[in-house]
Structures are given as structure tokens and as C-alpha cells.
């Protein structure tokens, strides 16, 4: 089993920055590609970052220039560092790892372990 652990949600004001943390633990394997999404109220669940099997990072068009999807190897860590923050950002937000490293990055169904959540909270 894997499990996924996420951290660094909270409320911030628009324009702000937060950065949320992914430990993973259990049968992790260094080849399982990570990825974030997430859920606002009433909404489906949204891609946000990954790697892709080549191993750079793919993001949604709503987070690009703002997000990045970045990992500690040696901590099996993945963090996601937001900066200027919009309402539109609120949700709760959800690492995951999927074994298939060659299948879609952005498709949530190729994901096989999902942390719990952590939620984001931006006021304007």
C-alpha cells in the first residue's frame, strides 16, 4: 500500500502564496508519477500539476505561470508552490500517484493512491 499524506493548506488572501507538501510512504516506488489536483464546492475534481513520463511538469492553462510541481526524491516529497493566489483557486487539493508513468498526466482515472486532502482557501 502507498499512502499520501498532503500539508501547507490554509486561508490567504488574493495575490498571496502557499505551498502545500506530499509526503508519501509505504510501497512507493521511485518510478510512481506524481500529481495534484483539485475539488472546489460543487465542482468536479480538476487537474492541476504533474509530471509527465518524460518527467517534466505539465499544468492545467488555470494555474500555469503561477504553479509550480516540484519533488525531493531522497524525501518522497512533492510540493506545490502557488503564487498569486485568486479566489478561483479555493478547493481542496489532492496528491496522488499513479504507477503508470506513460499514461495521461492530467487524466485523474490513470491514478492509483490519493492522499486525503488539504484545503486552499483564498479570500479577495
Known amino acids: 500500500q502507498v499512502q499520501l499524506v498532503e500539508s501547507g493548506g490554509g486561508s490567504v488572501q488574493a495575490g498571496g502564496s502557499l505551498r502545500l507538501s506530499c509526503a508519501a510512504s509505504?510501497?512507493?516506488?521511485?518510478?510512481?508519477?506524481m500529481g495534484w489536483f483539485r475539488q472546489a464546492p460543487g465542482k468536479e475534481r480538476e487537474f492541476v500539476a504533474a509530471?509527465?513520463?518524460?518527467?517534466?511538469?505539465v499544468y492545467a492553462n488555470s494555474v500555469k505561470g503561477r504553479f509550480t510541481i516540484s519533488r525531493d526524491n531522497a524525501k518522497n516529497t512533492v510540493y506545490l508552490q502557488m503564487e498569486s493566489l485568486k479566489s478561483e483557486d479555493t478547493a481542496v487539493y489532492y496528491c496522488?500517484?499513479?504507477?503508470?508513468?506513460?499514461?495521461?498526466?492530467?487524466?485523474?482515472?490513470?491514478?492509483?493512491?490519493w492522499g486525503q486532502g488539504t484545503q486552499v482557501t483564498v479570500s479577495s
Open positions: 496522488a500517484a499513479r504507477s503508470d508513468y506513460y499514461s495521461s498526466a492530467a487524466d485523474a482515472n490513470n491514478y492509483d493512491y
Open positions: 509505504g510501497r512507493i516506488r521511485s518510478s510512481y508519477a
Open positions: 509530471f509527465s513520463w518524460r518527467g517534466n511538469a
